[in-house]
């Protein structure tokens, strides 16, 4: 009998997803029946179009709202302006590589409001949404690095790690509820941005695609092999399902075997 995960009737609210991995994620709620929030912090014709082939396709409800998730007003009012919110998956996030001590005061402080504080504001939005609907799935994208550590990566491991943390404190605080806050852990994706990156890579080392994949950017990941959006998806997916009722407060590791090394 194959497994199915029917989410009609639940509203899903997606930060940073009008691509890669939080695009992924959506599309694969929406596959599941969940009626889809997209958001970024742009606000073109393309965002809007997205929204609406993504609700021709799946045949749910898909709107596309703006908010700047590294302002808290705006993280809060993205989920008041969605009305419900049973489904919040944390996504947003930046990236700035630097030693600390030449790490732009103003990187780190976009970084943490982004990748972190944004994670706080939307949940203490939504959780009351949860509760008055009797049900409700946070579900935090950290990272292999919110498990472990890189150098040059201050600000972005700070703030996954503390993802984590916010991620078992929001657990421990609805476990007696019908409510479940979870971490996925992700390596190294193959998103559009990952994409982009390899033929300038394969210049600068003069190696082929697979050679770049394997030698260059997968050293940390024992599969070398990219984890997918739809991977995601899936993972997120899973999370929201009856199987998953008693998996709360814990991350999700989706890394290829990083963090078993």
């Avoid at 809060?76 to 049973?86: F, Q």
């Avoid at 998956?89 to 930046?94: E, H, P, S």
């Avoid at 700035?96 to 939005?125: C, G, M, Q, R, Y």
């Amino acid at each position: 009998m194959a497994f199915t995960i029917d989410l009609s009737g639940k509203t899903a609210v997606i930060t940073g997803s009008n691509s890669g991995i939080g695009l992924g994620i959506a599309w694969e709620l929406a596959r599941a029946g969940a009626d889809i929030v997209l958001n970024s912090f742009t606000d073109d014709e393309a965002d809007h179009a997205l929204a609406q082939k993504m609700a021709d396709e799946c045949n749910v409800t898909a709107r596309y709202i703006k908010a700047d998730m590294s302002k808290g007003a705006e993280c809060r009012r993205l989920i008041a302006e969605a009305g419900s919110c049973d489904i919040l998956v944390n996504n947003a996030g930046i990236q700035h590589v630097a030693p600390i001590p030449e790490f732009p005061t103003e990187k780190w402080d976009a970084i943490i409001a982004i990748n972190l504080s944004s994670a706080f504001h939307t949940t203490a939005e939504a959780l009351p949404m949860m509760r008055k609907a009797g049900w409700g799935r946070v579900i935090n994208i950290a990272s292999a690095h919110g498990l472990t550590a890189s150098p040059y990566k201050s600000a972005y491991i700070a703030a996954k790690h503390g993802i984590v943390g916010l991620s078992k404190t929001t657990a421990l605080e609805t476990a007696k509820e019908p409510i479940t806050c979870n971490a996925i852990c992700p390596g190294y994706v193959l998103t559009p941005i990952v994409e982009k990156q390899i033929p300038d890579t394969m210049k600068e080392y003069d190696m082929s695609r697979e050679e770049v994949i394997e030698q260059v950017m997968l050293t940390r990941q024992p599969s070398r092999e990219f984890a997918t959006v739809e991977q995601m998806g899936g993972t997120a997916t899973f999370l929201c399902s009856d199987a998953a009722a008693q998996i709360t407060g814990t991350t999700i590791s989706v890394d290829g075997g990083w963090t078993a090394l």
